[in-house]
């Protein structure tokens, strides 16, 4: 499908910020939006005080006592007056509950028809202002309802207007997205993730976001406990990433694949399983280097999602494109079984980060026939286990990590160079002092492979009492 086909299929799918979404409807923000509509704002005061003009009191009051045909006509009559009263209405007045307010039906007044964003951009353009700095400087301010529905708007000027967002605006409001996304205790997080998923539908935009580490923040806020409806909603906002195949690599670098598998298997919500392997399915469909997709289909089966697939069938589920989407990651994971190499089985392991005692690692023919592999690519692997090294806090990745570069060492001649040249000898030897046994034992072993010559003796020496960390200390070491 043209780039062009896709983005518009995206544009048009369901808004989901609309009133017939149930989620939304119970959102923090639309239940104070809910609160706010019905407050009584006496905007004869304003006009007595002079902190509105005539003509803005005149189209206030006749918008907010019309509604249906007689809200069109008035809108279609006078387009530059709505613009002009809504745009000074938030710049000269200041009270809260009155910012609230305005916000709120301008919010509503987009949501009727989305085609109305251009009343407010043609006004802007007429006057060669930034459409964007009113609203931008409005997520500035201290109160959390102001900056939230500020953010939709933003949201729906920027995907439904003609003229898209650029350049410093749209860097300045999709890193209020990523921050908000990271803020503890959000209790807006919904809408934020919402107008993301807006954002994102925009190749323009998402490739933006993504220069700017924003798959790294959706991958780490998966990985922590969260409800299922932010499971599906930033999860949501990876599916439409991968519309972009060259975000897909980003993707695996943050190892969404393995996060998302761990989500897949705890998940009881259909809506959160139905993205979830949509997001795969296109991991697999839209990368257009082989390798890549290889790579993705191990990760998979690594993450046990043949094994959620094969429970899944079982189900009897509504959507057909659910089933459509269970047969293929079927096919095309067993199928990758197939073809499935032993190097192939450990590269993917140790870039997902989550090492375990699988078959490969205690195997002497693997390290004898695959040790120089693992020097491919300027020392991909070898690099990725050295920082493991540095930043797993998980024992058992320490301890297959701490073996791994060990048997490198013993079965490539310049083994012990390249080890020490990456850091990796300086970071075993701080595991000795580990605080879990088998750390410290892994450590130990391989710190004497980095040093001792008769590999023979050293095998001897440890299958007399492998339990001891004292009983290879009298093998021959060179200084």
């Not at 609203?135 to 207007?161: E, V, Y």
Request: proline content about 3%.
């Amino acid at each position: 499908m043209p780039d062009s086909k896709i983005n518009s299929m995206l544009m048009k799918l369901p808004d989901e910020t609309g009133k017939g979404d149930v989620m939304a409807a119970t959102s923090v923000l639309q239940q104070r939006a809910n609160e706010i509509r019905n407050n009584s704002i006496n905007w004869q005061s304003y006009l007595q005080s002079q902190m509105i003009g005539d003509d803005d009191y005149r189209f206030i009051t006749e918008f907010l006592s019309s509604d249906g045909s007689k809200r069109d006509s008035l809108l279609q009559d006078q387009r530059s007056q709505c613009a002009k009263t809504f745009l000074s209405l938030l710049e000269h007045i200041s009270k809260d509950q009155t910012v609230q307010y305005i916000l709120t039906i301008i919010d509503d007044m987009l949501q009727e028809d989305m085609n109305r964003v251009e009343i407010i951009r043609e006004y802007a353009k007429k006057k060669r202002e930034n459409v964007w700095s009113p609203f931008l400087n409005l997520l500035n301010r201290p109160d959390g309802f102001i900056q939230n529905m500020t953010s939709r708007i933003i949201a729906k000027l920027a995907c439904w207007s003609r003229d898209p967002m650029e350049g410093s605006d749209l860097t300045f409001y999709l890193t209020w997205l990523k921050d908000q996304l990271q803020t503890p205790g959000n209790e807006y997080i919904q809408t934020t993730a919402r107008c993301l998923q807006m954002m994102l539908r925009d190749e323009k935009y998402r490739l933006v976001f993504a220069g700017m580490d924003g798959v790294s923040v959706l991958a780490n806020i998966l990985s922590g406990r969260i409800n299922f409806q932010i499971q599906y909603q930033l999860s949501f906002c990876l599916w439409v990433m991968t519309f972009s195949p060259q975000l897909v690599e980003q993707m695996n670098k943050n190892k969404i694949i393995p996060i998302l598998g761990d989500i897949l298997n705890d998940s009881v919500k259909d809506k959160v399983t139905r993205i979830i392997l949509a997001v795969f399915r296109n991991m697999i469909e839209k990368p257009e280097d082989a390798a890549m997709v290889k790579e993705n289909c191990v990760a998979m089966v690594q993450a046990k999602v043949l094994k959620q697939l094969s429970i899944l069938q079982q189900h009897k589920f509504d959507d057909e494109d659910i089933m459509a989407d269970i047969e293929f990651l079927t096919e095309k994971l067993l199928a990758s079984i197939q073809d499935l190499s032993s190097f192939d089985e450990y590269a993917t392991e140790v870039k997902s980060g989550r090492l375990e005692w699988s078959p490969v690692h205690k195997s002497e023919r693997f390290w004898r026939e695959n040790a120089p592999r693992l020097t491919e690519k300027n020392y991909e692997l070898l690099k990725m286990l050295v920082h493991l090294l540095e930043t797993s806090r998980d024992t058992l990745v320490l301890a297959v990590a701490s073996y791994d570069i060990g048997e490198f060492v013993r079965h490539y001649p310049r083994g012990k160079s390249i080890i020490e040249q990456l850091g990796g000898k300086q970071m075993v030897m701080q595991l000795l002092a580990h605080e879990d046994p088998n750390v410290r034992y892994e450590a130990l072993l391989a710190v004497q492979k980095l040093m001792v010559h008769n590999w023979e003796y050293l095998g001897k020496q440890l299958k007399k009492d492998p339990a001891s960390e004292s009983s290879s200390t009298g093998v021959k070491t060179k200084g």
